[in-house]
């Protein structure tokens, strides 16, 4: 009996609905509704929820009460509770929980619950048929998650047994049953007989007498299984596992390990016959692929116990299986390449776990040492791990790792034993780890490990640039975790030393403890937290931080006293030293530092610097305990801070204010049901008033920050704002409501929470769910953006209540129809959004729905009406393309089914039937074969698999245009631009193609996931093959990207749900169109002008990444097998240049499958052999076919190397495999490359007469290869070697890059112990002035020379004595550096190894070598000299380093030609510290005395790198001082500039400097009438150039002549008549600035008005941050300017326009989209109303000051005289609308135009400013009524305020008269 019909029956025997509260039938029928919610919930959570809630309230039942039961109701229950357990067999958790409710009933009458749960056991054991994946779930539940079902095992084991051994054969009969899921299942169930019935299972094993067919017929199969016979990994590693465990469960020591070693000829790879005890089976490998050895030493490793591990061989009595039987075979594992390799480390890492167990065991056989100093099994355990240190395999790396520990602890237990204090190999590998280079993860892993074997100070000691390598690894992301580790680890062992040591340390106070510390550590962690690095800046807070404080908390004061937040850099280190602090241990900041806390952090929450701010919000709102209950200083704190940072264009930093401000409600919740639990405790009475406040301090907080989203979820706002309004209104939902969500594992409210909610609705607050805000809401649904559609749709279906009210579902259903058909694809894509949340928020019904009474009718009416509307569609694209493109384009019906098909709550098989799947299957066929045909034009779509060109498209649309407009062929010249019917005919095809796989695929993946849990399916073979189809046609006959992208996503899961289907036929359908795709690469014979394989290769790829990963991959073999011998089939005699070649669609394939992110790893086992394809044909004669070799060698180079350095150091270059490790990898390409160098070189030698400039064409790509290697890594077995002498030899290649390449590529391969003996070689063959050599030989040795001593120094700092020989030898040839070498590469080469040991140079060398450089910069240029430019170049960045010589020529810069003078001026904004120095004047000197001489220059280049280098002195120092200039001819310059602004001469970038140049000349001119007439031309410019169309370039150059010149301008003209003008017009530039859409501009501006406030108040603070800027320059505006004719201009001209009735007539006249594409606005940063807010109290404070100005008064009289008329048009207006009591589809229309949300709050501007007018100017109150005018505007605000429109506190409060 199911289980809905047996909870009926219960209901009716107990009359539960009529039962008495407190009797055992309430008690049932609380239980059986949870019960019955657990049953239909299809979340796992929610099930597990309900059971668990069903298990407590039996609990609490007592034993009386559920005895009054009558037996057939207890029997009911329980066959009810087991009848549920059987449902839920596939989880675990659940399954627990039934069963403790049977353990509970069970009290009661066990026989009886015994008695049930043996008939549900027989149902699985005694049908005739095999067991199924059902039967052995249940059998498998009922032993490991039922205790009464284990004893049911017991007592029925035989039958199991013999039952598995009847079904373990049929089902490796048949491949698709051994590998999948019921072969694995039968696997689970065989390993946990032989675990929990293992006395039971060892009778039959191990004696003769009770031996049974069964238990060998099963291990008979379990071998099969390890042997390959089945070809899924994780079975077979089951299965070793199993065999593993049974052979555990002999209990003589002589039995168990015969069996393992029986067992372990498994590595023999020939056929045996296996004895475990009484049982015989015969071995006989299927495959060699290493599985099954590593399936028997897993399991062994794992399940067998000492005495079996420690058994030795009956042939050789010494021999131990932990040592002579497994370690050889996990060892060769270890060696090989595996496709699981990081499972031989598992095992390795398992192997030294059960050593160390069994070690005095050990130590006994072997009557010695386990691990003497050098002995073969040390150095081979070194060996292996060391090698694989850093492996690019994923998990190789940790696994090692762990091993070299586990190694490690055994050493040391091994000399501790045998009395060994030397411990020699604890520092031989501390040698070795120091030669590792500071790139290499292992060295820090390593350190970790070793560390507490050897102490701090040995490490520390042998470590000396431990603070280097830190400060690097912090710099590089994927090194930080590591060397933080390390780190960490220093830490720990330090207070572990400090502790234990002497008494005296021992009581160490925690300070004193600090301070032992901080000697060692702080100064390098305060140089971390203040670097301007960022990403050392960040790892550095949160990886050092926080493990400081866990081991030494009273580091925080030690730390805060060298930090002075008024200081660069220390601010964000003061707030994230106090925020970790706050964090780790939960002290309060705010008492630390006397007191000043709370003001610092104020400055750092107004910082212009997000991370700055972050960190202080951090600090503001996070603790350790969640009941810490915010005090009313941080609640103030946090409400002034939110607002101010809505708009924050980081995606980063919205996120973490969102859970900055989690936290913090989690605090306001937690603390307030804390203290109403204290308020209704007996104790503490006297403080329930206190406790009463403070709980509605915290409330109000809250109903203020659930409000605040609202106003700013209006059409208008920027994205920005709306985005971290909907995170903050999804925390405060998340936080502070009963909502439970079922997918989450955190994070869920408290069980209480509903006396909080209930104390803040008593007061009238948290009505979170009101009309008006769902209003907001659904007007957000048709935002111009996804993410906020999405967030949402999201808050609307997961808070919101279940149902839309009537008048909102119809009018959204109206809205949605409209934008379905909506051409553009953002519009489609809302209506199906809006589908999708009216499909699961209404109860709307058709009259369709009555007929499917057995379905969900909701979707069931939804899907069929959309698929007739896709017919509607399909039918008008077939009779009118032209239209469908514009009326009906598909697409949108496709997503909407896609939403409510795939994104609805229910099961599919509740939403379809056969009847509507198959319609719908033949209209996605029908409507895929159209549009391709539309695409191919003339040509039939069916005929070919190649895909049209893009070419070939476009004329077949444009003649599609012609036929259907009627027109004919166009003639005349052909247009270079799309038509927008042409957009719109291709839009619809491609958008369509895409939506098309995207809904398939996931389609079929759901009903093929929901038919494995219930057995009717919708779909047939048939079905399936023709959804296969789709997906081919749309693959192989489209090219366009957008729908191959979106059919891969599909294809892809549709080929994961065939391959991992039980039935055959359908795992063969992927099967088949993999060989058609593969019989497609090997003859394509397409034109195509892209020459690449379009969808062919995607195909392939996505068959390939759905096969199973944990199988050996069969498919993946044989298609690389295939591509690979198609690519290297040889090109025709005729091939055709024109047509695609099957080679090269061969290779093309190959790069799609190295690249594909679904292949993984998977494809490195191929990659020698496609290394060495790729790189031989690079000799193709076909450049399609070398173009496509590169590509695919490129790819799978950066696949083989894994991650990059990114240390500043490598150049973003180098990654961080070693040459050992790579070549350890990949042992097939070291003797091929190495064949190649040797071959390239050998060309080298031959005779001078040769063709020298040929270059092999895999020469460059392996030395991008070896370049590319991690450098500095020793090479034990020195093979590596071999490769120094080619690239050596390469030196003197003709050809410029390679000599590049070799000289990197010979620093990687070179061992660093080798460094100093080829620099020494190097050095030595230098030739002398009057020996003749080659200028490329002696080019080449330079650069390697270079390249060596640079990672040579990085290495170790300072010159070593070998070192010097070297610089010895490059000072005897200085000739190489002067004229007398007449290659400007090989003295530009000479000059950069100079620099590399300048440090040791001595002077008088250094004199002469730099006299001869800048007397060959004055020398005039003879002819055309190649690297002249480049030679010039390190001539100027060799003599600037040097501070006397730079002086010298930049004295010289004028004699200088304008080449060499552009090669300095270039080099200028590169260099730091020029305020330091005297050298800041003599380059201001130089460069203003030719200043008019360039800006007459006809380059336009050379004028803007002069103008650039000439801001850059002049702003070394923060604040240029304001001296005059002396020369009275930059007066002539200034005006030029100003000319060549005003006239827009020389583009952007010289304009931007221009204007820079001419701000600060004029801000350091003296104060004169020609200063103020250039002033108010100066001010023209920058109000031209502000506007939002203008370049971005000039509008950050505004903001810069702002930053440089605004306040010094102000600051001289303090006592003129002019200065409230000049005040005013820069305010509004810098209002304009700070509201750009740039955030550099918007930076700028913020910096003018801190130097501003600076200025006029005298303010010492930071740069401020944007949204501060703006009142602050608004308050400076009415402050100085109030009085000024103008202010009230520059005020009013911020406001939105307010024109409601144009608003209202164009929304009405809206219809349809006038064009595919919106026009984007000049500045989406832009935000209206939000700027009428903050204009409006400015205004409001002028009418205020017209008592204090009679000219003032005057102003602001005129303007209400003038505007009276039209303010209270607009009034009216408004109150006209009058929104009906139901919501219409107009009002819908105005609630999402931005139009009319920004005129609202203009005229509410308007119209409050108009009101104080009216009260405050006696002369305006003729014009109306104030208490008329006031009471309208409250009526119109109350009106939209009620209907969706929200406003910000600002216009609710000027209204309110507040």
């Given amino acids: 009996m199911s289980f809905e019909n047996l909870l009926t029956r219960l209901h009716e025997c107990l009359n539960i609905e009529e039962a008495a509260p407190g009797t055992i039938g309430e008690i049932l029928r609380r239980v059986l509704t949870k019960l019955s919610e657990s049953s239909r919930s299809n979340v796992k959570r929610c099930k597990e929820r309900c059971l668990e809630e069903a298990v407590q309230l039996l609990r609490q039942t007592s034993a009386a009460h559920l005895r009054a039961l009558e037996d057939e109701h207890l029997l009911l229950l329980v066959r009810l509770l087991l009848s549920l357990q059987l449902e839920m067999v596939c989880i675990s958790t659940a399954c627990r929980k039934v069963d403790q409710m049977l353990q509970h009933l069970s009290k009661l009458d066990h026989q009886l619950v015994f008695r049930e749960t043996l008939l549900s056991f027989h149902s699985v054991v005694l049908s005739d048929q095999v067991l199924s994946l ?95 016979q089945c070809s899924n990994r994780d079975t077979r590693l089951l299965a070793g596992t199993a065999v593993a465990m049974l052979i555990n469960t002999a209990s003589e020591r002589k039995a168990g390990g015969a069996a393992a070693w029986s067992v372990l000829q498994v590595s023999l790879g020939e056929p045996w016959q296996l004895s475990v005890g009484v049982l015989q089976v015969q071995c006989d490998p299927v495959v060699q692929d290493g599985v099954g050895r590593l399936a028997v030493c897993r399991g062994l490793l794992t399940c067998c116990r000492p005495h079996i591990l420690l058994s030795s061989c009956r042939d050789t009595p010494q021999t131990c299986l932990l040592l002579e039987g497994l370690f050889p075979l996990v060892s060769s594992l270890c060696e090989e390449k595996l496709d699981c ?63 070299f520990t586990q190694l490690l602890s055994l050493y040391k237990m091994d000399c501790e034993q045998f009395s060994d204090a030397k411990r020699t190999f604890y520092s031989t590998l501390l040698q070795r780890i120091m030669k590792l280079p500071w790139e290499a993860k292992a060295k820090y892993h390593h350190l970790c490990a070793l560390l507490p074997h050897l102490g701090t100070g040995v490490v520390m000691d042998g470590y000396s640039e431990v603070f280097s390598h830190f400060l690097k690894c912090l710099s590089t992301n994927h090194l930080s975790p590591c060397a933080a580790q390390l780190y960490k680890c220093l830490v720990q062992q330090q207070r572990r030393e400090l502790c234990e040591g002497s008494e005296e340390s021992s009581s160490l106070t925690e300070l004193e403890l600090a301070g032992h510390w901080a000697k060692r550590w702080q100064p390098f962690l305060h140089e971390v937290l203040t670097s301007d690095v960022t990403l050392l800046l960040n790892n550095g807070s949160s990886h050092l931080l926080p493990c400081t404080f866990q081991v030494f908390p009273s580091a925080v004061d030690l730390l805060l006293a060298a930090l002075d937040p008024r200081e660069p850099g220390h601010l964000h280190a ?66 002034e801070f939110i607002p101010q940072n809505l708009n924050c264009e980081s995606s980063s930093f919205r996120q973490h204010l969102q859970a900055g401000v989690r936290k913090f409600l989690v605090r306001v919740r937690d603390g307030c049901l804390a203290l109403i639990r204290g308020a209704k405790s007996k104790k503490n009475r006297d403080d329930v008033p206190e406790r ?229 299957l033949v209209l996605l066929e029908d409507v895929s074969l159209l549009l391709l045909a539309v695409l191919h034009g003339d040509q039939e779509a069916g005929e070919t698999n190649a895909p049209p060109s893009f070419c070939e498209m476009g004329n077949a649309i444009s003649s599609l245009i012609s036929q259907q407009s009627g027109e004919g062929e166009a003639d005349g010249e052909e247009c270079i631009l799309l038509s927008e019917e042409h957009s719109l005919v291709l839009t619809c095809c491609w958008v369509s193609l895409k939506e098309i796989g995207i809904l398939l695929g996931s389609l079929v993946e759901k009903i093929l996931t929901e038919t494995k849990q219930h057995s009717e399916c919708l779909l047939t073979k048939q079905d399936l093959t023709r959804v296969s189809k789709v997906f081919k046609d749309i693959l192989l006959k489209c090219r366009h990207w957008g729908a191959v992208e979106g059919c891969c996503i599909g294809f892809t899961k549709l080929c994961a749900s065939l391959l991992s289907s039980t039935d055959p036929q359908l795992k063969d359908i992927p099967i088949q169109r993999l060989k058609e795709g593969l019989q497609v690469v090997r003859c394509p014979r397409s034109a195509s002008v892209t020459r690449r394989a379009a969808g062919l290769p995607m195909l392939i790829l996505c068959v390939l990444s759905a096969e199973e990963a944990s199988k050996a991959r069969p498919l993946l073999a044989s298609s690389m097998e295939a591509l690979m011998d ?163 030899q390469l030196s003197a290649s003709p050809i410029y890059s390679v000599r590049v390449k070799a000289s990197t590529a010979l620093v990687a391969m070179t061992p660093s112990s080798h460094y100093t003996d080829i620099l020494i070689r190097l050095a030595s063959q230098l030739p002398g002035p009057l020996e003749s050599c080659s200028h490329n030989q002696l080019h080449g040795q330079l650069l390697q020379v270079r390249a060596i001593l640079d990672r040579a120094l990085c290495t170790h700092s300072g010159l070593s004595g070998d070192l010097h020989e070297v610089l010895s030898r490059v000072q005897t040839s200085l000739w190489l550096g002067t004229g007398a070498q007449r290659c400007p590469l090989v003295r530009a080469a000479y000059l950069r190894v100079v620099d590399s040991l300048r440090e040791g140079a001595c002077e008088n060398f250094l004199s002469q070598l730099s006299d001869a450089l800048i007397h060959g910069l004055k020398a005039p240029q003879q002819g055309l000299q190649v690297g002249l430019s480049s030679f010039h170049q390190e001539v100027i960045h060799f003599l600037c380093a040097d501070q006397k010589w730079a002086c010298k020529i930049w004295e010289h810069f004028p004699t200088f030609s304008i080449d060499v003078r552009l090669s300095l001026i270039m080099l200028l904004p ?75 001469k020389g583009g952007p970038e010289f304009l931007s400097q221009a204007l820079n140049v001419a701000s600060l000349l004029l801000s350091q001119w003296p104060h004169s009438s020609v200063k103020l007439s250039k002033l108010q031309g100066w001010c023209d410019i920058l109000e031209r150039q502000r506007a939002p169309d203008a370049p971005e370039v000039l509008r950050l150059a505004c903001g810069e002549a702002l930053c440089v010149a605004g306040a010094p301008l102000i600051n001289s003209l303090r006592e003129h008549s002019a200065l409230p003008a000049v005040i005013m017009r820069l305010i509004n530039t810098g209002l304009y600035l700070l509201q750009d859409q740039s955030q550099p501009v918007r930076l700028k501006a913020a910096c003018f008005t801190s130097s501003l406030r600076r200025v006029t108040r005298g303010d010492k603070i930071c740069i401020m941050h944007v949204n501060q800027a703006l009142p602050l320059l ?42 595919l594409y919106e026009q984007d606005e000049a500045n989406v940063f832009a935000e209206p109303s939000v700027m009428s807010a903050h204009v409006l109290p400015y205004l409001l404070q002028m009418a205020e000051k017209s008592s204090q100005s009679s000219a003032l008064a005057h102003t602001l009289s005129t303007w209400a005289e003038g505007n009276a008329a039209q303010v209270l048009d607009n009034l009216a207006v408004c109150e006209k609308l009058q929104p009906a009591k139901t919501l219409t589809s107009c009002w819908l229309a105005l609630l999402t135009d931005p139009r009319f949300h920004s005129s609202l709050c203009g005229l509410l501007t308007r119209a409050a400013f108009f009101l104080r007018l009216l009260k405050t ?42």
Wanted: proline letters at 6%; glycine letters at 4%.
């Fill in 134 to 228: 059902n039967d052995l779930q249940t059998a498998c539940m009922f032993l490991e998650d039922s205790a009464v079902g284990r004893e049911v095992w017991r007592e029925s084991y035989m039958s199991i047994l013999n039952k598995l051994s009847q079904s373990l054969p049929v089902v490796l009969q048949e491949e698709p049953l051994r590998d999948g899921p019921l072969c694995y299942m039968a696997v689970k169930v065989c390993l946990q007989i032989f675990q929990l019935l293992s006395s039971e299972v060892a009778c039959l094993v191990w004696e003769q007498n009770h031996q049974d067919s069964a238990v060998q017929k099963i291990l008979q199969a379990l071998m099969d299984i390890i042997l390959g």
């Fill in 574 to 639: 003061w707030t994230c030293v106090l925020s970790s602090h706050r964090a780790v241990t939960g002290c309060s900041p705010w008492s630390l530092q006397g007191g000043s806390t709370l003001g610092t952090l104020q400055l750092a929450l107004g910082s212009a610097d997000d991370k700055i701010r972050l960190a202080a919000l951090s600090l503001l709102c996070c603790s350790p305990k969640t009941k810490d209950t915010p005090t009313t200083e941080e609640m103030a704190t946090l409400r």
């Fill in 1470 to 1544: 590169a260099r730091r510290g020029l305020h330091q120095t005297g050298l800041k004047d003599v380059i201001q000197r130089a460069l203003q005395s030719v200043l008019k001489e360039a800006l007459l220059s006809d380059s336009v280049e050379y004028r803007t790198a002069f103008l650039t280098a000439l801001v850059v002195v002049m702003t070394a120092v923060p604040f240029p001082n304001s001296s005059p200039p002396a020369e009275p001819f930059l007066l002539e310059c200034l005006d030029l500039l100003l000319t060549d602004l005003q006239e827009q």
């Fill in 341 to 403: 390799h990081y499972l031989a480390f598992e095992v390795l890492t398992l192997w030294l776990r059960r050593v160390k167990e069994c070690v005095l065991d050990l130590w006994k056989m072997t009557g010695g040492r386990l691990l003497p100093d050098d002995s073969s099994l040390q150095q081979q355990l070194a060996h292996i791990i060391w090698t694989n240190a850093e492996s690019p395999v994923e998990g190789v790396p940790e696994f090692a790792n762990s091993a």
């Fill in 1817 to 1858: 100017l006696a002369g305006t109150r003729h014009l109306c009524d104030p208490l008329s005018v006031q009471k309208r505007l409250q009526d119109v605000c109350k009106l939209l305020s009620q209907n969706g429109v929200h406003f910000p506190s600002a216009f609710t409060a000027a209204v309110a008269g507040l």
């Fill in 1126 to 1288: 198609t690519a290297k089939t040889p090109l025709d005699k005729n091939w055709d240049q024109t047509l695609d070649l099957p080679q090269v669609c061969a290779v093309h394939t190959l790069q799609a499958l190295v690249r594909g992110a679904g292949l993984g790893a998977a494809v490195l086992q191929f990659a020698p052999s496609v290394i060495i394809l790729s790189l031989t044909l690079l000799s193709s004669p076909c450049w399609a076919m070398r173009n496509a070799a590169l590509q695919l060698y490129s790819s799978l180079c950066s696949r083989m190397l894994g991650q990059r350095s990114g240390s500043e150091e490598a150049g973003l270059t180098q990654h961080s495999m070693s040459p050992a490790a790579f070549f350890f990898h990949y042992p097939a390409l070291q003797p091929f490359l190495l064949g190649e160098l040797r071959k390239a070189a050998q060309d080298l030698q031959g005779p001078a007469s040769g063709a020298r400039l040929h270059l092999q064409p895999s020469l460059y790509p392996i030395l991008t290869l070896l370049a590319q290697l991690q450098p500095g890594v020793q090479d034990p077995s020195e093979t590596l070697l071999d490769f120094l002498h080619p690239l050596l």
């Fill in 1674 to 1715: 608004l308050d400076l505006l009415v402050e100085e300017c109030w009085e000024t004719t103008g202010t009230l201009e520059v005020l009013l001209s911020h406001l939105p326009q307010s024109d409601p009735r144009s608003v209202l007539r164009e929304a009405s006249g809206a219809g349809g989209c006038a064009s």
């Fill in 692 to 920: 009463t406040q403070d709980v509605l301090e915290q409330i109000d907080f809250v109903e203020w920050l659930s409000q605040l989203p609202y106003c700013h979820l209006a059409p208008g706002h920027s994205y920005q704002r709306k985005k971290t309004a909907l995170l903050l209104l999804s925390a405060v939902l998340e936080t502070c409501t009963d909502t439970w969500s079922p997918d989450r594992k955190k994070g869920q409210p408290p069980a209480n929470i509903g006396a909080l909610i209930n104390c803040a609705r008593q007061r009238g607050l948290w009505d979170f769910f009101s009309r008006t805000k769902q209003l907001v809401l659904l007007s957000c649904l048709e935002d111009s953006t996804n993410e906020i559609r999405e967030l949402s749709s999201e808050l609307l279906l997961r808070f919101f209540p279940p149902s839309f009210a009537d008048d909102i579902a119809e009018v959204l259903t109206v809205r949605t129809k409209q934008l379905l058909c909506s051409p553009r694809v953002q519009e489609a894509q809302m209506g199906a959004l809006m589908m999708k949340v009216l499909v699961q928020k209404s109860g709307h019904q058709c009259e369709d729905c009555e007929l499917n009474s057995g379905r969900d009718p909701e979707p069931f009416c939804v899907v069929t009406v959309l698929v007739r509307e896709l017919e509607e569609h399909y039918q008008t694209a077939k009779t009118d393309m032209m239209l469908a493109a514009r009326t009906k384009p598909i697409h949108g019906v496709l997503c909407a089914l896609q939403r409510c098909l795939l994104e609805a709550p229910n099961q599919l098989c509740d939403t379809l039937d056969t009847s509507v799947m198959e319609k719908m």
